[in-house]
């Protein structure tokens, strides 16, 4: 498994492109018949990527769960959300089916013991996104489509960053321990997201675009707001954002991403924004 240590923000300042680039960025996730894991001491939360070809691929493939998380299975003290970014599959816990089209999310409760992907089409495959959290109370197991998503318009053409928030693993939708996730898609034509930045200091986060369109890459801006730096992503990449770094971003065309926070609170409007007169 892939383990990040947490970074604080007076080393980040002096950090170069290939160093910001090992600590947050998360890229190749999806492997055939794989399960690829990376554990984050920011808020111990574990990005994984599955995408099953040829087989059902059980979630603790490849994972020595007792050394990494000291469990006899990997949901045992831990709650996680999926979702499909690629083509039909299905996602079995504890015995009970369940099929995810394109954007759609699954929740799954601590205390899951057996959990697996696989897809419909050997040529279409599914790329199961996912992300977990430590949790200590264990809550139900959730199939979520995009038609059931809490709904949020935001931003204009004007400013480029007309959008869809779309609320999925959040306290409007069902309960959660801590885990809060969504999606959110841009309209064609724009391409800013979070913009007005912002942090919030009790909780991480994680960003995952996807639907980039071949050629073009998201410029993804983190670090305090005074001391931002500026990644380079392409489709299917991940980052890592601590709570004191900004996140946000402006591709060179429309995409999409899927944003997971977990930490002390699920507030979603818990958080500190800061004017664009302000950033540096």
Not at 117 to 122: E, G, I, L, M, Q
Request: charged letters at 20%; proline letters at 5%; aromatic letters at 10%.
């Amino acid at each position: 498994m892939d383990i990040r240590y947490s970074a604080n923000p007076v080393d980040f300042k002096h950090y170069t492109t290939e160093k910001i680039r090992d600590e947050f960025l998360i890229t190749n996730l999806y492997q055939p018949d794989l399960v690829v894991p990376v554990y984050s001491h920011v808020d111990r939360m574990v990005i994984f990527g599955v995408m099953p070809v040829s087989e059902s691929v059980p979630i603790n493939k490849g994972i020595d769960t007792m050394k990494s998380f000291g469990t006899g299975y990997f949901l045992e003290r831990r709650e996680a959300g999926v979702f499909n970014l690629g083509g039909p599959g299905v996602c079995t816990v504890d015995g009970t089916a369940y099929a995810l089209g394109t954007k759609d999310c699954i929740y799954i409760s601590k205390g899951a013991k057996e959990v697996a992907f696989k897809s419909d089409s050997a040529s279409n495959p599914a790329r199961f996104y996912g992300v977990s959290s430590p949790a200590h109370k264990t809550c139900k197991t959730k199939l979520l489509t995009l038609d059931q998503a809490v709904k949020i318009p935001l931003g204009s053409v004007e400013t480029s960053n007309k959008r869809v928030i779309n609320q999925f693993i959040h306290p409007d939708v069902l309960e959660t321990c801590q885990l809060i996730m969504g999606m959110t898609l841009l309209d064609c034509g724009n391409v800013w997201n979070s913009m007005p930045a912002h942090t919030h200091e009790r909780r991480m986060e994680i960003y995952t675009y996807f639907d980039i369109p071949e050629g073009n890459a998201v410029f993804h801006l983190m670090g305090e707001p005074q001391q931002s730096r500026h990644m380079v992503m392409q489709n299917y990449e991940a980052v890592i954002s601590p709570s004191w770094s900004i996140h946000s971003g402006c591709g060179t065309a429309s995409y999409a991403f899927i944003w997971a926070m977990g930490g002390e609170n699920q507030n979603f409007n818990d958080m500190d924004g800061i004017a664009i007169p302000d950033l540096r």
